[in-house]
């Protein structure tokens, strides 16, 4: 069995068009499985950004709120 120059090599001429709505094909799917692995991650990000923020609220509880002495407020109003 040998090759044949058929075998590997298109004998038919695409039209320019033809190669352009290949082209436009391709890249639209290079386009679409981009933005869907982008999405796929920022997802999966935004989820472990929101366990781990509530994990933190969990862990720790709010500090108390300072209070400010009456010398210091009476100092400044004057």
């Not at 033809?18 to 692995?37: F, P, Q, Y």
């Not at 990000?45 to 933190?56: I, K, N, S, Y």
């Amino acid at each position: 069995m040998t090759a044949t120059k058929g075998e590997f090599f298109n004998p038919a001429k695409l039209s320019p068009r033809d190669k352009a709505e290949a082209t436009d094909h391709t890249a639209r799917a290079i386009i679409a499985a981009e933005a869907s692995a982008r999405d796929k991650k920022t997802e999966k990000l935004r989820a472990l950004r929101l366990q781990q923020a509530a994990e933190e609220a969990e862990a720790s509880p709010a500090p108390p709120k300072k209070r400010r002495s009456t010398a210091k407020v009476a100092k400044r109003r004057s």
